[in-house]
T-cell receptor, first 111, second 119 residues
């Protein structure tokens, strides 16, 4: 089983739709969680950190479920510019700086 | 503010040759990371520098890869000799703080990557 798993998609959604992605992780000692966004042939960029209580940034909401070992990303009112690959990133505990990336979920927002 | 820069953007070499990739982190960022993404796979950690010291090089695939960060500024990643399976995109990233601090200070900023093709 992979350390971090994501549905590769693609998720094709119309503009204005709400879409959600999940990411599961296998290491129960994982401490920090992030969502990165990567546009085609570009570098990953931090979208948001994921906090235990869940957090929201505009149209984006991130949730953490430690019991089931997954994090989620919800995008409301999808825009064409949201089309990208969304990478789940997980860091283990103990001041350990090595992180594990998921393969990413591709989102295509359609006019 | 200038972001993380990498050179070259593309490199095509033959198996057995040597290639050196360069990364210039954001000024003031003590933490510098190298990552690699091979075709169809996830981005994988290679190593982490804090200033000029290698903090963690557990992700380096084998001894054909050598990373340096002289003076704690820019870093180089040398592959010698290159093999076909080394093809991929090599990303460098830098941060002020460590990942576990969270937020913008802890989460690295990535460079545009170097696309390496070994023929």
């Amino acid at each position: 089983r992979k350390e971090v798993e994501q549905d590769p998609g693609p998720f094709n959604v119309p503009e204005g739709a709400t879409v959600a992605f999940n990411c599961t992780y296998s290491n129960s000692a994982s401490q920090s969680f992030f969502w990165y966004r990567q546009d085609c042939r570009k570098e990953p960029k931090l979208l948001m950190s994921v906090y235990s209580s869940g957090n929201e940034d505009g149209r984006f909401t991130a949730q953490l479920n430690r019991a089931s070992q997954y994090i989620s990303l919800l995008i409301r009112d999808s825009k064409l510019s949201d089309s990208a690959t969304y990478l789940c990133v997980v860091r283990a505990s103990g001041g350990y700086q090595k992180v594990t990336f998921g393969t990413g979920t591709k989102l295509q927002v359609i006019p | 503010e200038a972001g993380v820069t990498q050179f070259p953007s593309h490199s095509v070499i033959e198996k057995g040759q040597t290639v050196t990739l360069r990364c210039d982190p954001i000024s003031g960022h003590d933490n510098l990371y190298w990552y690699r993404r091979v075709m169809g796979k996830e981005i994988k950690f290679l190593l982490h520098f804090v200033k000029e010291s290698k903090q963690d090089e557990s992700g380096m695939p084998n001894n054909r890869f050598l990373a340096e960060r002289t003076g704690g500024t820019y870093s180089t990643l040398k592959v010698q000799p290159a093999e076909l399976e080394d093809s991929g995109v090599y990303f460098c990233a830098s941060s002020q703080d460590w990942w576990d601090r969270g937020g913008l200070a802890g989460s690295p900023f990535f460079g545009p990557g170097t696309r390496l093709t070994v023929l």
